[in-house]
């Protein structure tokens, strides 16, 4: 579909405060995500900065030490999009390991090969959905997720798709946006989030969906208490929670059990 359709047909479904997207069937929902990276691959890195303050770069730094990597595992990021997360991840890699970021946005791919250079010998991007990821059991060392998550409904798919590719003791990760809890930054957020946002994306973009979705996706997200339980009930063992900046953002880790 051109941008200028998707733009009318999409801003037409989303208007009922974004309902068909939130809602939608898994498979309605993949297509739904997938033309809204498409229509954002070329300016999502400096949105993503600009909204977040630069912030997003800071929690990302976070997720990498908080996984103390020692350089030679073989990582997988998943969702990967521009590979943000995935080049951090190759940094500390060095030692003989390696990092695999997949997505199932080809747009998205496309931007994040376009950042290799001969010097990024140990990463790699390839096509893959999370929910049913084409790699072998007990592959790498550590997965890592980061703002994906919230976009794929059936959070427990992905999180039993992370398990199995995990080898036994390997670490999971995963950054996602929160709501923030605190009585005083909730209005100020929720106006920044459904106003400001959209209202900003749709100059840059001219479209303000992907922008009106965003926020929507992070209330539909479920609670950190919720989203916990599922990842336990998915196999992982020692998950940890950690909100920042008033709560919102937060990284979720974990083990598979040896
Ligand atoms: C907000 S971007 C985050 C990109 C990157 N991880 C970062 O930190 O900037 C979310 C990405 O998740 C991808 N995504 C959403 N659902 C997916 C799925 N089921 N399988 C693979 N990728 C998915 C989208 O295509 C998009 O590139």
Known sequence: MSTGKYKAASEEKSCAAGAFEIHGTQGSRDSFIQEIFSTIASRIDFLSSFFSF??????????????ELNGDEQVLDVCT??????????EKVVRGGSVQGVDFSREMLREARGKLSPRCSNIAFSFSDAKAL?????SFDAVTVSFGMRNIPDTAAALRQAIRVLKPGGKFCCLELTPPTGRWIKPLYKLYCFKVMPFIAMKVLNTAVPYNYLPRSIDAFPPSAEFRRTIETCGFTAVTVHPMTFGIATIYGARKAR
């Not at 912030?55 to 990302?60: E, G």
């Not at 084409?134 to 007990?138: I, K, L, S």
């Open 54 to 67: 630069g912030l997003d770069h800071v929690w990302r730094t976070k997720l990498v030490s908080s996984l």
């Open 134 to 138: 084409d790699f072998p059991e007990n």
């Open 81 to 90: 999009g521009t590979g943000k997360l995935a080049f951090l991840l190759a």
